[in-house]
């Protein structure tokens, strides 16, 4: 007997899960099977995957070494089966992307709806990180592309999607509220900055702004989230950095938010798709680039003439 694809699905998914039950649940198979199985495959091969403790599961050295192999294989088993349905529906009919934060809240509802206005079979299922992590994810098999900042990776094709400008808030009693239109970097000279914390790209863009600014990015408050850093920004802690899908979006949500564009050439955040070059979905990423560059204008256009 041979180690299954069943069992190599399963072997991964407790890995990634740390934990037998949460991977039976989401595998949506019965605890006592899944362990069957794992121990079976552990058996054939003569070697323990797993350290087993009444709280955790964790991988043995050899587990570790094992893991890139079995998310490769079963990589490898979903490209081909992509590659034999052929014309099947868009990415066959399931595709996995991974976004940004503020990608995942402001630009995938739109585009979301586009692609299923045109592929109603197609099914999307979204996970939000930092591109690094995307990137990770995407090059071991675990998600089907990014949409991130750009990358140099040598095993993976990118198109430019769009470039956000960045957009700056502040208490609603500081100078900077009381006016409109874009803001020079010399007038943020020595106020601090508010920045998602280090891991995301926007993170090194502004400490760069920083730097030509005159000024620092805040050590005292690094938000996880764009929600984080204006609501610290709102209450007098600093100048939040935004990027334009979040700024705008809130903005024309609640009048009252005031934003206003940095004057910079480099105050920008670039956006692109990412996919593994090994992928036969080559042409189906190409359709994707093109509505999501079109639901990006959607959204341009949506957002009035006050952000024109």
């Not at 605890?31 to 991988?59: D, N």
């Not at 014309?87 to 995938?108: E, K």
Request: aromatic share 6%; hydrophobic share 45%; glycine share 6%.
């Amino acid at each position: 007997m041979r180690p299954t694809l069943r069992q190599i699905e399963y072997f991964v998914a407790v890995a990634e899960f740390g934990a037998f039950g949460a991977a039976a649940n989401a595998l949506a198979v019965s605890q006592p099977s899944l362990s069957k199985q794992l121990a079976s495959m552990e058996e054939e091969l003569g070697i323990v995957l797993f350290e087993r403790t009444s709280r955790r599961v964790t991988l043995t050295p050899i587990g570790k070494k094992m893991l890139q192999r079995a998310r490769t294989i079963l990589q490898d088993v979903t490209e081909f089966k992509a590659a034999a349905r052929g014309s099947v529906g868009l990415f066959g009919d399931r595709l996995t992307i991974g976004v940004l934060p503020s990608v995942g809240a402001y630009f995938m509802p739109i585009a979301s709806k586009r692609l299923h206005v045109r592929f109603p079979n197609l099914r999307l299922v979204v996970r939000e990180g930092t591109t690094a992590q995307l990137l990770e994810m995407l090059i071991d098999g675990r998600i089907d592309t990014v949409i991130g900042t750009p990358t140099n990776e040598p095993n993976i094709e990118s198109v430019s999607l769009f470039t956000e400008t960045l957009w700056v808030c502040a208490a609603s009693d500081d100078p900077l509220s009381a006016q409109s239109g874009p803001v020079a970097l010399t007038e943020l000279a020595d106020r601090p900055l508010l920045a998602l914390s280090s891991g995301f790209t926007l993170h090194d863009i502004v400490e760069d702004l920083a730097v030509k600014a005159n000024t620092f990015v805040s050590r005292d408050y690094q938000g996880a989230s764009l929600d984080a850093i204006r609501q610290m920004a709102v209450m007098g802690a600093g100048v939040a950095v935004l990027p334009s899908l979040y700024a705008l979006a809130e903005a024309v949500r609640d009048p009252d938010f005031v934003v206003r564009r940095i004057d910079h050439p480099e105050a920008r955040h670039d956006i692109a798709l990412h996919w593994r070059r090994s992928t036969p979905h080559k042409d189906d990423f190409q359709q994707l680039v093109e509505h999501l560059i079109a639901a990006k204008q959607e959204i341009r256009e949506a957002r009035g003439e006050r952000f024109k």
